[in-house]
Every structure is written in structure tokens, then in C-alpha cells.
């Protein structure tokens, strides 16, 4: 590899993991083409990627950037996953691939600048994914108005049930 092609892959690792919100470091030694295919696949259908690099490429990648806390850490053969939209489901679909995979682990990991350790991530992957926070803050705030509403409708029917027991009560006399 001459040194125009190393550049052009340390620029474009870097500009990914710029955009990144979370960055795995992986270890893939003896997994098939296939598998590793099927872990690709996975990541991009929830807006992640996957790249193999040399530790020294990623290391110069990393320098600078958000994820820097990973750059002195690249140790043996390791891939890089890159998740842009939802780092819980990227944690999600790693630790799931993991489960699958006998030769995958997970190493550590950067989210957004902050380091995490295996262990880290997969307590990360246990949390809901971006959509369901989504849904539960959705949810409370609908219930406070729904409640409010809720609270003058029964005062109303309250006070007609009042109104109505004193037209009876007159209606009677």
C-alpha cells in the first residue's frame, strides 16, 4: 500500500468517525467473510458502518477528533464500528452479534469522547433505543394535558350532576 492510499483511508476514517456519536473497537480474528458481511449489513440498516484498518491508520485517524481516547489503545488485529444516528442500537447490534459469534468480541469504545469499556457497552445496549425514549417522552408529556383535561370533565359532570339533583329536588316540591 503506498503512502497516497494510506492517506486517502486515514481521511476518509476520519471524516466517518468525525460524524460518529459512538465508535467500536472490535475484535474479528478468524471470523468468516460471511459473518463479517452479515455484522456490515446489520450496521448499515441502523445507519452504522464497519471498516477493518491498521491500528497505526486508525490511531492517525482518530488523533484530533472526538473518539482520540481510542487512538493510543489499538492493539493486534481490531475493527472499527462507527454508528452516526442511534449509539444504543449500534451497541445493541454488537453485543447481539457477539451472542451469535464465537470469534467477535467487543474491546472498548468511544461515545461521543468519553471512553467505554467492554462491560460499558454492553450495559449501553441494555438501555431503550432512540425511538422508544422517543415514545416515553411523547407519552408523559401527552399525559399532562390528558390529565388536566381529564380533571375539568369531572368537575363539569360534578357540577351537572348537581345542577341536575337540585332541578328534581325543585321539580319535586
Given at each position: ?101 464465537k ?18 457497552v ?52
Amino acid at each position: 500500500m503506498n503512502r497516497s492510499d494510506k492517506a486517502a483511508i486515514i481521511e476518509r476514517l476520519k471524516s466517518h468517525a468525525e460524524n460518529a456519536s459512538i465508535a467500536v473497537v472490535t475484535d474479528f480474528k478468524g471470523m468468516p467473510v460471511e459473518k463479517m458481511t452479515e455484522l456490515r449489513c446489520a450496521l448499515r440498516d441502523i445507519g452504522g458502518e464497519y471498516h477493518v484498518v491498521k491500528n497505526t491508520l486508525a490511531g492517525i485517524a482518530f488523533t484530533g477528533s472526538q473518539h482520540e481516547v481510542l487512538s493510543s489503545k489499538l492493539k493486534e488485529n481490531c475493527a472499527v464500528a462507527l454508528g452516526f444516528e442511534d449509539p444504543v442500537a449500534v451497541a445493541k447490534a454488537l453485543v447481539e452479534f457477539t451472542k451469535k459469534s464465537k470469534t467477535f468480541s467487543i474491546r472498548f469504545a468511544s461515545l461521543e469522547g468519553s471512553f467505554l469499556s467492554d462491560a460499558q457497552v454492553g450495559d449501553l445496549a441494555k438501555l431503550p433505543g432512540k425511538q422508544e425514549l422517543l415514545a416515553r417522552a411523547l407519552g408523559t408529556m401527552n399525559a399532562v394535558p390528558t390529565n388536566f383535561v381529564g380533571l375539568f370533565a369531572n368537575i363539569l359532570r360534578t357540577f351537572l350532576y348537581a345542577l341536575n339533583a337540585i332541578k328534581e329536588q325543585k321539580e319535586a316540591a
